[in-house]
């Protein structure tokens, strides 16, 4: 039997104009606390959002209960509203006035405790919904609407000018000086002492934190950040608007001080007032400077191989440098210039301070942002070319080293050439990394040799440089488009972006028990197969991940994986293949492909990048056939300075002539605007011949003109293949018709065969089969592809025609041999996952010859292999490189009957 949990405290929300003494007297009996929703004490702003009908007496009636409460001893919450559209500031004023009245007034203690909270914009509210009113009556602003769709939506739901007179930041600014003293000084006044008191007490005290300087830093960081990604003001750059935010300045400093006085750091006076002083929020990214006073490290780039160190890291080793007055320090690995202007400060006028930053763009950050210390010098170099600073005496490096100095031995690695170079009685500070991870280590040169003293254990990004890196020897190009070395170990190392024959110095990224994936720094001898890049995303974009191999190489690299993976997962080495053909390929190496998809993210419109799905904004792709890349780049600009909210995919392809087709693919339902929204998109793009738009699950809401377009169907003469850019098709004509007519070749049907084409699509093999004579029936489940598969067939001007079945190619097949059919061909051209259930079913029906085409080799490698078990021999096989500067290639496998 369950015990009953009993409530410490019971809370009601309850409405001030109904309360009577005598309900409060109830509540004290019943362990009750009433909580009330006032909104606002200005009667102004009480009237203008309707709160209630009996203003004066509504705010008076609150000021009897709150008496009563204190008399009887009950508690009770009250909530207010800051930034409420029509808000002025005499009305937020007049809030406050009555607030401190309410709660600090007369009588010097209260039972009571108050939330302030910002006003938020939300969908479907009075609001939302009446939003145009408010907008004309009040000058309300909203600036990011609708808000839910992208970004930070707690700021963005916030992020409203309440009227005309009131800005956002001047909100802000009132809700500071005004509410937060009043939240402030509640703790000291509040004398409830029944049940539940420290429930109460952290209530107050979480409302305390909220006034907090951090807070205000980050809804300031979070400003700035969407006044630059909205391109406003326009004129000035991000880094002076946020120079020039003498706000923000005085509340970054004030949370600086308070994370130093929190963490307890040792460091000298002089330290901790530099950290105090240094406006940290100006030396890192937007989006990182509400944290920016925070004790921790902050990336300055998106691949994270750059940060802003943790406050007490600065502290800790400046404090083993002994760093001060008149002092000069070198600082390895400066980044923006946050740790040398720190130095500064310690050093002061009379010292020198050089900050070496390996990446141009961050030197050349830090050079404007350390404008203001004419004792730092900024350089734009590798941090291991020692010339630059031999002989100094003290040496600070923010990026860890590989060796095992901290263990006695300071001569191993790129240390040796550190300390070398290190002044006699000098000391150098650095995170050692080794294998049991790293250790910021102080090392001090004196005549008796190097003493080291470990200071703890730290975690740095990695070296940038050719001396973190290894020298590696590409062998060959593995199947995913990455290059092949071998490490001194012997094991193996994938490394993108890299050639046969290339000489890369690697970091090495991740470290498996049977290989490593390496990251290329520097390219010191290429290959004899490199070619320069075609495009300006090439190694950022995901597409292509072969551009920089000459075709030579890349069909070479294709060829090989498509033959490896059949003799691993498949048990059949090209020299068992009685017609192993050389690959196919393609007609054309750029401006190819006929069929792209676009991803969308929020203002960003292009491709996947390489490894990750953040979206590389489309400024060209020289594989998209011309006309396809000239409506996909008027496409993404126009979604970019007019998203449609929802949209995650978009999807365009071209037939024989210049026309377009799209489908908007959509990751949430869509929203009342949508409808309307497509219909602008397909009028500001003339290319556009129609649009659909697909639901999240792939359902069809809505047409824009026709979206169906026609290309002529491969050694089909006189059928138009009819398409729609979110049915599947072979996105290269060019190759598809070299692989039409090699699989056709292969099976070669005649007037008495029976052909079964299982998963035929829209009929890309099935009408070059029926065009030899004798029955083609083809098979697809889906009913959009199989359309306009007979769509194609009722304008056929010749005969015969494939006979087209809805069904699944499983299902299909065992129908067939229930009934006794035979059919001599089969062609099989599955999904990318392959048909592993199929090889039973079809040897049940006993082709002669079984055509096995697939996009993926192990795949391919798998069905084949099940084929195999079931009586049926490798013919021929041959691979055509249907996707020109990716790895992709498609195969064919020709199968017979034992």
């Known amino acids: 039997m369950r015990r009953p949990v009993r409530a410490r405290k019971l809370w009601l929300l309850a409405r001030v104009d109904l309360l009577e003494r005598e309900d409060l007297v109830l509540m004290a009996r019943a362990n009750v606390a009433p909580g009330f929703g006032l909104e606002s004490g200005s009667p102004e702003q009480l009237r203008r959002i309707r709160k209630t009908g009996k203003l004066q007496g509504y705010l008076d009636q609150m000021r009897t209960i709150a008496g009563w409460a204190r008399e009887l001893g009950v508690p009770f919450g009250a909530n207010v509203i800051v930034g409420h559209p029509g808000e002025t500031e005499q009305s937020l004023r007049a809030s406050a006035r009555y607030l401190e009245d309410l709660f600090l007034g007369e009588g010097g203690a209260t039972t009571g405790f108050l939330s302030v909270d910002p006003f938020r914009l939300y969908p479907g509210s009075q609001i939302d919904r009446e939003l145009e009113v408010w907008r004309q009556e009040t000058g309300m ?26 800005d956002f930041r001047a909100a802000l600014q009132l809700r500071r000086e005004l509410f937060d003293p009043i939240v402030q000084a509640i703790p000291c006044r509040f004398a409830y002492t029944g049940p539940a008191r420290d429930y109460f007490v952290r209530a107050i005290d979480e409302q305390v934190a909220l006034t907090k300087p951090r807070r205000y830093l980050r809804q300031l960081g979070l400003w700035h950040l969407w006044h ?68 921790c490290a902050l990336p300055l780039c998106a691949d994270g191989c750059s940060t802003v160190s943790a406050l007490h890291a600065y502290a800790v080793a400046y404090e083993a440098l002994a760093l001060g007055p008149g002092d000069a320090l070198v600082d390895l690995g400066g980044g923006t210039g946050y740790g040398a202007a720190l130095a500064a400060e310690l050093v002061g006028p009379a010292g020198r301070v050089l900050c070496i930053e390996i990446e141009p763009e961050l030197a050349a950050k830090a050079r404007e942002i350390l404008a203001g210390y004419p004792q730092v010098q900024v350089v734009a170099a590798d941090a291991h070319e020692t010339e630059r600073w ?49 250790e910021l280590t102080l090392f001090e040169k004196s005549e008796g040799g190097i003493c080291t003293r470990a200071l703890g254990p730290v975690v740095y990004v990695g070296d940038r440089t050719d001396a973190a890196a290894l020298s590696v020897r590409i062998s060959a190009i593995a199947h995913g488009g990455e290059g092949v070395g071998t490490l001194a170990t012997g094991k193996k190392i994938f490394v993108p972006l890299t050639a046969p024959g290339d000489l890369a110095a690697v970091e090495i990224v991740a470290d498996a028990r049977q290989h490593a994936r390496g990251r290329m720094t520097r390219l010191l001898v290429p290959g004899p197969g490199r070619v320069a890049l075609r495009c300006r995303h090439a190694g950022r974009c995901g597409g292509c991940q072969l551009q920089h191999l000459a075709a030579p190489d890349q069909l070479a690299a294709k060829e090989a994986t498509f033959y490896s993976a059949l003799e691993r997962l498949g ?43 953040a979206v590389v904004d489309l400024a060209q792709c020289p594989v998209l056939a011309p006309a396809l890349e000239q409506v996909a780049r008027d496409a993404a600009a126009r979604l970019r300075e007019r998203p449609l909210p929802g949209l995650h995919d ?70 138009r293949l009819h398409l729609r850019p979110d ?92 009934g006794g059919e035979q059919v001599d061909l089969v062609l099989l051209d599955p999904p990318r996952a392959g048909a592993k259930e199929l090889p039973a079913a079809l040897a049940r029906l006993g082709p002669r010859r079984i055509a096995c085409v697939s996009c993926d080799p192990a795949t391919l490698a798998r069905d084949v292999r099940a084929l195999r078990g079931h009586g049926y021999g490798a013919a021929a096989a041959l691979a055509v490189d249907m996707f020109p500067q990716t790895y992709h290639v498609e195969g064919v496998v020709l199968l017979e009957r034992a």
């Open 141 to 166: 602003r909203t600036h990011r609407y609708p808000w839910w769709h992208d970004g930070d939506q707690d700021f963005l739901a916030e992020w409203i000018d309440p009227s005309a007179g009131l």
């Open 228 to 295: 630059d990604l909205a391109g406003e003001p326009q004129g000035t750059t991000a880094s002076a608007r946020l120079a020039a935010d003498d706000e923000l300045g005085f509340i970054a400093g004030a949370a600086r001080r308070a994370t130093v006085d929190q963490a307890g750091f040792t460091a000298c006076a002089p330290l901790r007032r530099a950290m105090e002083r240094v406006p940290r929020e100006r030396f890192v990214p937007l989006e990182h400077v509400g944290e920016s006073a925070d004790d």
């Open 390 to 438: 031999r002989g100094a005496s003290k040496i600070y490096a923010g990026f860890a080293v590989r060796g095992n100095a901290a263990a006695g031995d300071p001569a191993a690695g790129p240390l040796a050439a550190w300390l070398e170079a290190l002044a006699p009685g000098g000391r150098l500070v650095v995170p050692v990394a080794g294998a049991g991870g790293q």
């Open 571 to 613: 048990g059949l080495p090209r020299g068992d293949i009685p017609d192993a053909r050389p690959i196919v390929p393609s007609p054309a190496a750029f401006g190819y492909r006929s069929r792209c998809r676009l991803r969308v993210a929020g203002k960003a419109v292009g491709f996947c990048g390489w490894r990750t799905s």
């Open 650 to 719: 978009l999807h365009l392809c071209v037939g024989d002539g210049e026309a377009a087709a799209a489908a908007l693919g959509l990751d949430r339902p869509p929203g009342r605007r949508l409808p309307a929204a497509a219909r602008e998109l397909a009028a500001a793009l003339p290319a556009l011949q129609g649009l659909v738009v697909l639901s999240p699950h792939g359902a069809l809401l809505a047409s824009v003109g026709d979206s169906v377009l026609c290309a002529a169907a491969p050694l089909a003469p006189g059928v």
């Open 727 to 818: 049915v599947f098709a072979q996105a290269n004509p060019g190759a598809n018709l070299e692989l039409v007519r090699a699989v056709v070749g292969l099976l070669d049907p005649g007037p008495a065969h029976t052909v079964l084409d299982l998963y035929a699509g829209s009929g890309n093999f099935s009408f070059a089969l029926a065009a030899r004579g004798g029955v083609t029936i083809a098979v697809e489940q889906s009913a959009d592809a199989l359309a306009l598969a007979r769509r194609s067939a009722q304008g056929a001007a010749t005969a015969p025609r494939p006979r087209f079945v809805q069904d699944d190619a499983l299902a299909a097949c065992r129908r067939l041999a229930e």
